[in-house]
């Protein structure tokens, strides 16, 4: 084999491993995002939903987390007592997190898992649009449920060049013109 041919294999063996290294990125990256996404979207009562959002990458949660991390109700806030402090943030700041650790974690082609293993996350996700109760009302913009939202929101969030020319040059490729179709 020539010199050229030799330098052209190894080249093209150090490509295909800066690539699989990019799609791992850009994997870990999606789910990341519709994590984040779930969590934000999820609806507030106790804090106890939006805390059992969890990454996995061997396989499924299957647990349920009996509190939320910081327990409120409806969040912990109260417009007739300013003293009480408002749990969201601390709870969504908690769920991202476990769900960052999670996905920083990822070895290639390794399988991500989200959960969220509440017996009344599936009726939050199918009546989130409807489902009434006292306050804080929910949010109309959530027509097509919140996971189904998260899932699109992502898929055209891979799709913009940007974000797969970010996964290229974290896994090493540079120079590189990229294409969406």
């Known amino acids: 084999m020539s010199t050229n041919q030799q330098q052209f294999?190894?080249?093209?063996?150090?490509?295909?491993?800066?690539?699989?290294?990019?799609?791992n990125i850009l994997g870990a990256d999606a789910c990341l995002f519709i994590g984040k996404r779930l969590?934000?979207?999820?609806?507030i009562d106790t804090g106890r939903a939006k805390s059992n959002w969890r990454a996995s990458r061997s396989k499924p949660h299957s647990?349920?987390?009996?509190?939320?991390?910081?327990?409120?109700?409806?969040?912990?806030s109260d417009p007739a007592d300013p003293r009480v402090n408002d749990t969201t943030a601390q709870n969504m700041a908690a769920a991202i997190q476990q769900i960052t650790q999670q996905c920083r974690m990822r070895?290639?082609?390794?399988?991500?898992?989200l959960t969220n293993n509440l017996p009344y996350i599936g009726l939050l996700e199918e009546r989130y649009h409807t489902h009434k109760r006292g306050d804080p009302a929910p949010d109309p913009r959530y027509?097509?449920?919140?996971?189904?939202?998260?899932?699109?929101?992502?898929t055209q969030y891979i799709?913009?060049?940007?974000t797969i020319y970010r996964a290229l040059t974290r896994g090493g490729i540079r120079n590189v013109s990229v294409e969406v179709n």
Do not use: H, W
């Open 63 to 76: 647990t349920i987390l009996d509190e939320a991390y910081v327990p409120g109700k409806y969040g912990g």
């Open 9 to 23: 294999t190894r080249r093209l063996l150090f490509t295909g491993v800066q690539i699989q290294r990019a799609a």
């Open 107 to 113: 070895k290639n082609n390794q399988p991500m898992y």
């Open 159 to 162: 799709r913009k060049k940007r």
């Open 143 to 154: 027509t097509f449920g919140f996971v189904d939202d998260a899932i699109m929101a992502c």
């Open 39 to 43: 969590v934000y979207s999820t609806p």
